[in-house]
């Protein structure tokens, strides 16, 4: 590493069913009542060695010449998440070449405070491009972790290849996150994605894996408050191997419902009651302050997450925001649907996203997707499949052809960006999707009733979920059993979809070259087990010019 390094620049963060009505594929299970607040759940030296970093480090939004870098400082005992209390501390934070960090590039100091939850970022900047760096905070005499983050490509590098963790769907009371641990032990990744529900909102015992609480949540009750979304948020942050993953790499994420409430859009949520909950702007104000306190994200446009990283000449990744802007969805069946002033993304994002896929002169056009984009049709779906599966999608249980809550219930603003993909010959764009709970491998068809017949627009890789319930954990079945039946039904159906997994839980590893862009998938063993092992189960590639996606047998 012989690039000329200058110091760093340091900015602090901003600071009727039951259960509920299910619209997405991400069943209603729940969580058991904790016992004691977040503060008997930490470790037990909280109290006697402080200030302490109980909550790891982080960084996030990687750029050719900086990193964001994260951290929360528990400066005194009573200082808990959510609590409001603990006095100003300074926090300083050093950037260095090596992991002994005698080699410092770029150092600074912060000042955290109970109105930021004592949460610090730090916008380091004057970083030499695809390095590997590492780094510490430090407080009264006590120094956080030691970890590993890296820089993007310069803007016009010629890239070889890239590789990401791709994650969603980590619910906490549904098991542990074995995926992190697995991701942070490969040791080669540039960064990771998460693509939403990185927390849950339910109270304790309302959605957990299959029914039992695995590990309760804290507090005990559904988050509402802003103290409630911080203490949650600070929950998530004490796990051993989401700490691990954080200490290994840089995160890009985005949120979906769940980091506010379940099926959430611009102006409620399915699981939000006016007025016996408060109002839903206060519910999502202090939802979007924690989240942008405790993650090591850059705030983008409007205070939303949509916001585009590149990478080099090989690939630029548009990050959306599919529950700021978005209409209430539809009822199920409803031909309101493809109402032209119904949206997923308004009309802002939307042309901002038209414009950057237009714009990009990269080799890929990566698209961080909360929300499946492909068609998913199931009214043809045997009676014994459909039952279940409409009730994970909070369908009629006689069957409709549309999941609302998707882009199926907008329909007119997928099919304004697909003919946009395809009016201006713009190639190798790739959805990357989580929160549907079923692994995926689709083409984005711009015709799904005439496909294979009519073009293929762009393709989609849908991740599982880490721990959330999935359709065979619904009907309470050995896992593989219904995907078994389910999966040939569901692409007779749907004959752009390649591959789905309607059982599993796990994660993708993302390979990129200039030829190809490849999803190896991984499924855990238990995901009530801490110790679950991991193993490739499938990869599917889309090559260079094709738009379509074809089954590969060996992980890259």
């Known amino acids: 590493m012989t690039s000329r390094y200058r110091s760093g620049e340091a900015s602090q963060g901003l600071n009727s069913l039951s259960p509920r009505r299910r619209t997405v594929v991400k069943a209603a299970a729940a969580t058991a009542v904790l016992a004691g607040p977040l503060a008997a759940a930490l470790p037990a030296r909280a109290a006697a060695d402080v200030p302490a970093f109980l909550h790891g480090v982080a960084s996030g ?65 004057g970083l030499s491009p695809a390095t590997d760096y590492w780094f510490r905070f430090s407080a009264g005499g006590a120094d956080s972790p030691v970890a590993r983050t890296r820089t993007a490509p310069a803007h ?44 849950y909102e339910y109270k304790s015992g309302e959605y957990a894996a299959r029914g039992k609480v695995v590990r309760p949540h804290a507090p005990a009750n559904e988050i509402i408050t802003l103290a409630d979304y911080r203490t949650r948020h600070a929950e998530y942050k004490t796990d051993p191997d989401l700490q691990a993953l954080h200490h290994k790499a840089p995160v890009i994420a985005i949120w979906d419902d769940h980091e506010f409430a379940d099926n959430a859009w611009s102006g409620g949520a399915v699981n939000h009651t006016e007025g016996a909950e408060g109002t839903w702007t206060a519910r999502k104000a202090a939802a979007k302050q924690a989240y942008f306190e405790w993650m090591p994200v850059r705030p983008a446009i409007a205070g939303t997450t949509y916001r585009r990283l590149r990478f ?10 599919l ?43 990566l698209v961080g997707n909360s929300v499946m984009i492909s068609p998913f049709v199931v009214g043809s779906l045997s009676a014994d499949l459909l039952k279940p599966l409409a009730k994970l999608l909070g369908l009629p249980q006689e069957g409709l052809a549309v999941n609302t809550d998707q882009w199926d219930g907008y329909t007119d603003d997928r099919r304004e960006l697909l003919a946009h993909l395809r009016s201006n010959a713009i190639g190798n764009t790739v959805f990357l999707t989580g929160d549907i709970h079923m692994a995926w491998a689709n083409d984005v068809p711009v015709d799904a009733g005439t496909y294979p017949l009519s073009a293929s627009a762009a393709t989609e890789f849908v991740v599982t979920s880490v721990t959330s319930d999935n359709l065979d954990d ?11 039946v389910a999966s040939p039904v569901i692409r007779a159906a749907n004959r752009h979809v390649h591959w789905v997994d309607t059982d599993r839980h796990g994660y993708g590893v993302l390979d990129i070259t200039a030829e190809r862009a490849q999803m190896d998938y991984y499924v855990l063993s238990d995901r009530t087990s801490q110790a679950a092992t ?19 047998y060996d992980p890259v």
Do not use: M
């Open 61 to 125: 939004d990687p750029l050719p010449d900086g990193v964001l870098l994260w951290t929360r400082v528990t400066p005194t005992a009573e200082a808990a998440p959510g609590s409001g209390l603990g006095p100003d501390t300074e926090v300083s934070w050093v950037v260095a070449r090596d992991k002994a960090l005698t080699d410092v590039v770029a150092k600074g100091s912060l000042t955290a405070t109970a109105a930021s939850d004592h949460t610090v970022k730090a916008d380091v900047r």
């Open 156 to 199: 016009d590098a010629a890239v070889t290849g890239l590789r990401f963790g791709v994650v969603s769907c980590t619910n906490w009371e549904a098991g542990y996150f074995a995926a992190y641990r697995h991701l942070a032990a490969r040791g080669d990744l540039d960064a990771w994605l998460h693509l939403g529900d990185y927390i």
């Open 312 to 321: 080099g000449k090989l690939a630029d990744l548009s990050l959306l925001d």
């Open 323 to 365: 529950r700021s802007f978005r209409s209430q969805q539809a009822a199920s069946g409803s031909g309101s649907v493809d109402d032209p002033d119904r949206t997923i993304t308004g009309r802002a994002q939307l042309d901002w996203l038209k414009a950057g896929l237009k714009a990009s002169d990269t080799t890929w056009r």
């Open 474 to 484: 619904i009907v309470k079945v050995p896992e593989g059993t219904v995907s078994a």
């Open 534 to 552: 991991s193993a490739w189960t499938r990869s599917y590639r889309t090559r260079s010019g094709t738009q379509k996606v074809e089954r590969t």
